[in-house]
T-cell receptor, first 116, second 115 residues
Framework: AQSVAQPEDQVNVAEGNPLTVKCTYS??????LFWYVQYPNRGLQFLLK??????LVKGSYGFEAEFNKSQTSFHLKKPSALVSDSALYFC??????????????FGTGTRLKVLA | NAGVTQTPKFQVLKTGQSMTLQCAQD?????MSWYRQDPGMGLRLIHY???????DQGEVPNGYNVSRSTTEDFPLRLLSAAPSQTSVYFC??????????????FGPGTRLLVL
């Protein structure tokens, strides 16, 4: 069965410092991995994804994520945090079609707080 | 394009009432899905569809029905509302191509309160 774990409910980081939001997954076959962000009282916005290819993927707003197959992780990173990055971040996984399931499974979310 | 639209934005129901949450997309996406968002629980998949006439259950399907008669619309029906169904509901659509175009687009959400 597919699953996603975001082990930290909240991450605090000072403005200008690098940030990491962790995500690990479990899925049969090669995963499709996604990060979404939710600002207060808003819907979810796509940040970046890994489908195939380079393990380091770059996305919106200066975010990037590294796919690590051996550690089954897809951590979200940014070199220099901004106060405006404060939001709720979700990791999601989908199994490939040959796995016979078409569900996107989301993690419980990590609240990022960037302190000025 | 309007993207993914949801109606209503907010609804109050009494226990036992039924209602339909509407979702529509104008991007000709094959894949549509419904999620509920609860504090500490993240987004949980209720039902999904990979095309017109094809639906399947997600993680938390009990108490909800869906149908997909057209590519554009994917309504979610609450059969007999319960307080445990108080939540924020999000609809999403995706090209489901498995390629560079695959990204879920989310609607603005429907906030449901069941008394």
């Amino acid at each position: 069965a597919q699953s996603v774990a975001q082990p930290e409910d909240q991450v605090n980081v000072a403005e200008g410092n690098p940030l990491t939001v962790k995500c690990t997954y479990s899925v049969s076959g090669n995963p499709y991995l996604f990060w979404y962000v939710q600002y207060p009282n808003r819907g979810l916005q796509f940040l970046l994804k890994y489908i195939t290819g380079d393990n380091l993927v770059k996305g919106s707003y200066g975010f990037e994520a590294e796919f690590n197959k051996s550690q089954t992780s897809f951590h979200l990173k940014k070199p220099s945090a901004l106060v405006s990055d404060s939001a709720l971040y979700f990791c999601a996984v989908r199994a490939p079609r040959e796995a016979g399931t078409y569900k996107y499974i989301f993690g419980t979310g990590t609240r990022l707080k960037v302190l000025a | 394009n309007a993207g993914v639209t949801q109606t209503p934005k907010f609804q109050v129901l009494k226990t036992g009432q039924s209602m339909t949450l509407q979702c529509a997309q104008d991007m000709n996406h094959e894949y549509m899905s419904w999620y509920r968002q609860d504090p500490g629980m993240g987004l949980r998949l209720i039902h999904y569809s990979v095309g017109a006439g094809i639906t399947d259950q997600g993680e938390v399907p009990n108490g909800y029905n869906v149908s997909r008669s057209t590519t554009e619309d994917f309504p979610l029906r609450l059969l007999s509302a319960a307080p445990s169904q108080t939540s924020v509901y999000f609809c999403a659509s995706s090209p489901f191509s498995g390629g560079a175009q695959e990204t879920q687009y989310f609607g603005p959400g429907t906030r449901l309160l069941v008394l």
